[in-house]
């Protein structure tokens, strides 16, 4: 599925890794779903996790369980 382009970077990356609890993925990967820049990607995992809405175990990526309860978004 592709990801609004109006949207944020980071808001683009939570979306997918949101709606796909499942799937673990790497930042290639999520370059080639999202259509942007690899650095952006890199950027925007990076401040999520600052923000602890995902966890990355070296090289996956995937939405922070506590998430799920969240409602507030990036």
Do not use: F
């Amino acid at each position: 599925e592709e990801v609004n382009v109006r949207q944020g970077v980071p808001a683009r990356v939570y979306r997918v890794l949101l709606e796909n609890k499942n799937i673990a993925y790497t930042s290639g990967d999520l370059h080639k779903l999202i259509h942007c820049k690899q650095n952006q990607i890199i950027d925007a995992l990076k401040k999520l996790k600052q923000r602890g809405y995902v966890k990355h175990n070296k090289p996956y990526w995937i939405i922070e369980e506590k998430e799920e309860k969240r409602t507030k978004h990036p």
